[in-house]
């Protein structure tokens, strides 16, 4: 196991300490930040399209000359791992006449890509390897044909892009040493799902920003593992990190032992814009959120565990944590809290949310998507 960052000690101590509550008063939010047509439109214009964004784990493509379509976030997208390693996001697009490259949504193995229509041949790294009769294409030079990349980024077992060529992927280098502690790049991909939630996306981001509904909406789920109020956070950036106690080891919280308090404590990282990583003792999910509409955001959940299942015992546990988290804690919990409260906003019974300050972290959420839309952004909405 690697040695955790200092920050994340500094959380375990918090949480020794009784965890963090934030002082101040109750804080608000706009409703019209999760309805209005125009404050979408200007998210993705202003943020989606300018900011680097988590797309998938490492461990989608654990081997070299892979490639998966994704088309989560609104073109053609095609992630590939090269025959040297380097993963790359290209759009799906054949340099020929436009036709996507490679449909579905599963995993290729192959160092070629062959576009159904001419059969132009693409190496992983996006380069035109072949065509059919380069006889008929005088002059053509292979090298300007290659597959539009965009700019791609992998860092601590996470794999980011962006549709900006002048992204900036320092914060996820700056991440990534929180998530090396974890082995995130080691770890084996169990499972994914694609979740279309009828919600706006910030109404999911904001119920991992705060631990006060736990005990409430997970009742009957996860909350007999926490003790209400033994939280804290920090940001690193515009993202967020927290940590909460699990009731079985708050003992062990005052350890300085990476593997005990790795046991004692569920980690989450809430990555800017929309992306949430939480980092149980034995597995992780991850949570890729694409935004769709005011009221619809696909996300995609990625199970990750330490290696892949040795028999069938083994093939139960993991299937049975798969099934308390991505089908009772998130879809039937989280999500349905998510649609419940996109429904009531609505129908316009609230000009605006109230937080109180075991929420404080959805408020600051909020700050840095406004700040990303630009000063005063917020009042035409």
């Known amino acids: 196991?690697?040695?955790?960052?200092?920050?994340?000690?500094?959380?375990?101590?918090?949480?020794?300490?009784?965890?963090?509550?934030?002082?101040?008063?109750?804080?608000?939010?706009?409703?019209?930040?999760?309805?209005?047509?125009?404050?979408?439109?200007?998210?993705?214009?202003?943020?989606?399209?300018?900011?680097?964004?988590?797309?998938?784990?490492?461990?989608?493509?654990?081997?070299?000359?892979?490639?998966?379509?994704?088309?989560?976030?609104?073109?053609?997208?095609?992630?590939?791992?090269?025959?040297?390693?380097?993963?790359?996001?290209?759009?799906?697009?054949?340099?020929?006449?436009?036709?996507?490259?490679?449909?579905?949504a599963d995993a290729v193995r192959s160092p070629r890509l062959v576009c159904p229509y001419h059969a132009w041949t693409y190496a992983l790294d996006g380069r035109l390897a072949g065509l059919p009769r380069p006889d008929t294409f005088p002059g053509l030079d292979k090298a300007e044909h290659g597959l539009k990349r965009l700019p791609t980024h992998e860092a601590g077992g996470l794999i980011w892009f962006a549709f900006d060529e002048a992204a900036d992927f320092a914060e996820a280098e700056t991440l990534a040493r929180d998530f090396e502690a974890f082995d995130l790049a080691g770890q084996h991909l169990f499972r994914r799902r694609t979740h279309d939630v009828r919600a706006n996306w910030k109404l999911i981001m904001d119920a991992f920003l705060e631990g006060y509904h736990i005990q409430r909406l997970h009742a009957d789920t996860i909350a007999p593992f926490f003790r209400d109020g033994i939280s804290t956070a920090d940001s690193i950036g515009p993202h967020q990190r927290s940590a909460v106690g699990r009731e079985a080891a708050l003992a062990a919280l005052s350890s300085s032992d990476w593997a005990t308090l790795r046991s004692a404590i569920t980690y989450t990282y809430q990555m800017f814009p929309g992306t949430v990583l939480v980092v149980s003792p034995d597995y992780i999910n991850l949570m890729v959120l694409m935004p769709q509409a005011p009221d619809r955001v696909l996300v995609e959940d990625f199970m990750l565990i330490p290696e892949p299942p040795a028999n069938d015992k083994a093939l139960a546990h993991w299937e049975k944590s798969w099934q308390l988290l991505d089908g009772g804690v998130f879809a039937a919990e989280d999500f349905r809290a998510c649609e419940l409260g996109q429904q009531g906003l609505a129908s316009g019974a609230l000009d605006r949310l109230t937080l109180g300050t075991l929420e404080l972290g959805i408020r600051r959420f909020h700050d840095a998507v406004e700040a990303q839309l630009g000063a005063g952004a917020t009042h035409s909405y």
């Open 1 to 104: 196991m690697n040695a955790p960052t200092e920050g994340q000690l500094a959380l375990a101590a918090q949480l020794a300490g009784g965890g963090r509550r934030d002082e101040g008063t109750i804080a608000y939010v706009q409703a019209s930040a999760y309805t209005s047509e125009t404050r979408h439109a200007a998210e993705q214009a202003r943020i989606f399209a300018r900011v680097p964004l988590v797309i998938a784990p490492s461990s989608l493509l654990p081997e070299n000359n892979m490639a998966v379509p994704h088309d989560g976030f609104g073109k053609p997208l095609l992630i590939t791992r090269d025959k040297t390693g380097e993963a790359h996001v290209f759009l799906n697009v054949c340099r020929h006449r436009g036709t996507r490259l490679v449909e579905g």
